[in-house]
């Protein structure tokens, strides 16, 4: 079964502090894994995107790590600030065309 | 300014009553979805479209019908609500790469109530 699995569900740090979110992921074929930064109300928004063949991407503080081999991924934040406060949502893409997959996200919360 | 726009963005309804949400981008995307939330569950796929008259089923597609007759416009329609479709519902669209969604740009929302 297509699954994809974050972890931790929630998360708590200080303001400045770095923090890693894992993905991983059971959906085959992979297309590609897509990170979605998600404010309280709001729609998501996209941060990046791995494909099969990409193993590091970065988008300022955020980076992303993809190892299709062990099908996980992992988003780095570095230096948080306040409004990094947010869910962040994993999305795979597999080979049935418009199929996508979400995982159930993790909520960071950041501390002055 | 390129955007997802929903209407409603709150809506109170009764259980069976026929409701229509309707979801518009100007952004010329081929691809559009929609989801819902719910707490715990996070989004969950119900139909999408990749293009003029081709939709398909998600992951919860069940009480709900969608149509694409135009390529701006993806409304979802609920013939009868029932109180388990109680969520907030998101519109989002996509250009197609490689036959399938490229970034999505998510509209605001509706939070749906049904009593």
């Known amino acids: 079964k297509n699954q994809v699995e974050q972890s931790p569900q929630s998360l708590i740090i200080l303001e400045g502090k770095n923090c890693t979110l894992q993905?991983?992921?059971?959906?085959?074929?992979?297309?590609?894994l897509r990170w979605y930064k998600q404010d309280t109300g709001r729609g998501p928004v996209s941060l990046t995107i791995m494909t099969f063949s990409e193993n590091t991407k970065s988008n300022g503080r955020y980076t992303a790590t993809l190892d299709a081999d062990t099908k996980q991924s992992s988003l780095h934040i570095t230096a948080s600030q306040l409004s990094d406060s947010a869910s962040y949502i994993c999305v795979v893409r597999g080979s049935t065309l418009g199929r996508l997959y979400f995982g159930r996200g993790t909520q960071l919360t950041v501390w002055p | 300014e390129a955007q997802v726009t929903q209407n409603p963005r709150y809506l109170i309804t009764v259980t069976g009553k026929k409701l229509t949400v309707t979801c518009s981008q100007n952004?010329?995307?081929?691809?559009m979805s929609w989801y819902r939330q719910d707490p715990g569950l996070g989004l969950r796929q119900i139909y999408y479209s990749m293009n003029v008259e081709v939709t398909d089923k998600g992951d919860v597609p069940e009480g709900y019908k969608v149509s694409r007759k135009e390529k701006r416009n993806f409304p979802l329609i609920l013939e009868s609500p029932s109180p388990n479709q109680t969520s907030l519902y998101f519109c989002a669209s996509s250009f197609l790469l490689a036959g399938g969604p490229f970034e999505q740009f998510f509209g605001p929302g509706t939070r749906l109530t049904v009593l």
């Open positions: 952004m010329n995307h081929e691809y």
């Open positions: 993905c991983n992921y059971t959906v085959s074929p992979f297309s590609n």
